[in-house]
């Protein structure tokens, strides 16, 4: 696959949070039709890019899931039921689900990965995690590396491509939607060292592969 790439997808990116705002740029940059989806008012960031990236586009949440080859859900995990909610029919879609925290408190659903698969009925959907922050998406030369799971190969194609567009060092392939739990855990364990370190967003996971 290294030779290969999409030029022009339309990539709906759900939440207009800080991680957002940088992952809606740095795919403009590489060329992507971004459709910036809310539910609200777009804070002044939000605005900044919309006049900057003519590629970046604002949108509802149905519109940006219409148009849309492939959808980036990065809002708080417990809003993802009522996002998933307004998707209309997205079944053929890719979904890269790249939200924080596991559902377990919030649902009868294992995860947040197995509530967008119900929701949606789509079989694309993939787990996504860098844990990493807008700083590191921001920068230009590759830090962090992506770790990704779930069942759909189709689905994780396109993650390792869009994470190289976006510059990130690698694209690591753990397995299959049986290993989400593994990383959620991981993910979470991480974020809360790194909050006690006080450095939640400026480092990232980089793995070594012998
Ligand atoms: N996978 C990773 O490695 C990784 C790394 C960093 C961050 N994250 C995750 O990415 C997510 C976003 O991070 P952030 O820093 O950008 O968060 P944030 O600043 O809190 O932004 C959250 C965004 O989600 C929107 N939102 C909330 N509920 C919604 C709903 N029901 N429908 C539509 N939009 C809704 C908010 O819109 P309103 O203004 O309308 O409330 C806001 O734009 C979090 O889950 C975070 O944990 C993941």
């Not at 992507?32 to 804070?43: G, K, L």
């Not at 694209?171 to 060292?193: K, T, V």
Request: charged share 20%; net charge neutral.
């Amino acid at each position: 696959m290294g030779y290969k790439t999409f030029a022009s997808m339309n990539i709906a990116v759900v939440g207009t949070g800080k991680y957002c705002e940088a992952l809606s740029a740095g795919l403009a940059k590489a060329g992507h039709n971004v459709f910036m989806a809310t539910r609200s008012e777009y804070d002044e960031v939000s605005k900044e890019l919309l006049a900057r990236y003519r590629r970046i586009c604002p949108s509802s949440i149905e519109y940006a899931g219409a148009v849309a080859d492939v959808i980036i859900l990065a809002t708080p995990a417990e809003e993802v039921r009522e996002m998933a909610y307004f998707l209309e029919d997205v079944r053929q879609k890719v979904i890269i689900d790249l939200t924080g925290l596991n559902l377990t408190r919030y649902s009868t659903y294992i995860n947040t990965h197995a509530a967008i698969k119900a929701i949606t009925g789509s079989q694309h959907v993939v787990k996504c995690y860098n844990r990493t922050g807008s700083e590191n998406l921001v920068a230009t030369e590759s830090t962090a590396d992506m770790i990704i799971a779930g069942d759909s190969k189709k689905a994780k194609a396109l993650t390792a491509l869009l994470a190289k567009d976006l510059k990130f060092n690698a694209c690591h392939d753990f397995g299959g939607d049986e290993l989400i739990p593994s990383l959620d855990q991981m993910a979470n364990n991480w974020q809360n060292l790194s909050i006690s370190a006080k450095v939640p967003g400026s480092i990232a996971y980089r793995l070594i592969k012998r």
